[in-house]
């Protein structure tokens, strides 16, 4: 008895995921639980610079800001509850000095920017369509950062207007590295603050939109239809019965692996996984002989794999 529709899945023919591979991902929050696994496993990775961007057109702005070499001044910055914040920024990189937030913002465009040029493969998660616009200066924002909602209008993005950013995003990314793979996926958080069917609206939009631009250079995982289809119950939801939760993000990660990490590797995160279960290992006797042998052998197993790859550090 089959109790669960498969989504057809092929192992990728080239530039699968190793140990040589160097990743950025950007986008919501669903992309820092992949980066999480890849944190765990010891692969090279750099993880959302400017905090969770849950919508095309902030990444495409500190993409092109970054490629560009654009740098933020005083006059993008705006002061509100006892800090400064930046429209194009996640809260978490708000802070009670102006220039230290300013410096901090042009660190990490400068760090982007290598990294885009750097890096193997480039993992995009988009969370909406919906965006909020300032009626100040009628720009799209990543952030509202709390400020009152009637400084804003909120939007849904069409299609064609998803597409052309995607467009400019892929544009700008093979200006400066025309060999790494971009892999788009549709986060599986429901936005449910937005509505049941606006939320279904807007994740039909991002889809519609990725399938206009990926090429043979960019591909899609069906992160969100694994959820929707694969899991679709709500014992693979956390409490609040929005974000998935870490059985779910098992499972789906497990997909990624079957398709985009090379076989060669399977065996060196196998090593990987047995150091750190083992160094959390909490002992009922920590001065023992056993004990005392165990962790050599951890020790003795961190040497071999930085022998391996010098960039692997527990």
């Not at 610079?49 to 849950?54: D, E, N, Q, R």
């Not at 060196?268 to 052998?297: C, R, W, Y």
């Amino acid at each position: 008895m089959n109790l669960q529709t498969k989504i057809p899945l092929e192992k990728q023919s080239n530039n699968l995921i190793d140990y040589n591979s160097n990743m950025l991902l950007l986008g919501s929050c669903f992309v820092e639980n992949i980066g999480e696994k890849l944190d765990y496993f010891k692969i090279q990775n750099t993880q959302n610079p400017f905090g969770v961007l849950f919508h095309p057109k902030a990444i495409e702005t500190l993409i092109e800001k970054a490629i560009k070499r654009e740098r933020y001044s005083e006059d993008d910055l705006f002061f509100y509850n006892e800090q400064w914040h930046c429209f194009d920024a996640h809260s978490k990189l708000s802070h009670a000095s102006k220039d230290n937030l300013l410096n901090g913002l042009n660190f990490i465009l400068e760090a982007t920017d290598k990294q885009i040029q750097k890096s193997s493969h480039i993992v995009i998660t988009l969370g909406t369509s919906w965006v909020y616009r300032n009626s100040e200066n009628n720009s799209i924002v990543a952030n509202c950062h709390k400020v009152p909602q009637k400084q804003f209008k909120k939007e849904l993005l069409s299609v064609d207007e998803l597409s052309e950013s995607l467009k400019n995003i892929l544009s700008l990314i093979r200006s400066v590295n025309y060999n790494a793979s971009v892999i788009f996926t549709v986060s599986p958080i429901r936005h449910l603050k937005d509505g049941f069917v606006e939320n279904t609206q807007s994740k039909a939009h991002l889809v519609t939109a990725i399938h206009r631009v990926v090429n043979n250079r960019s591909f899609y995982f069906p992160s969100y239809e694994i959820m929707m289809d694969e899991l679709r119950d709500y014992r693979f939801y956390s409490e609040d019965m929005i974000h998935p939760n870490q059985t779910a993000i098992n499972y789906i990660w497990e997909k990624v692996k079957d398709v985009w990490v090379s076989t060669d590797t399977l065996q060196t995160m196998e090593d990987v996984d047995a150091i750190q279960k083992g160094l959390q290992h909490k002992a009922f006797n920590p001065q023992s002989e056993a004990h005392q042998k165990f962790l050599l052998n951890i020790k003795e197993k961190q040497i071999q794999l930085q022998k391996k790859h010098k960039h692997i550090m527990f």
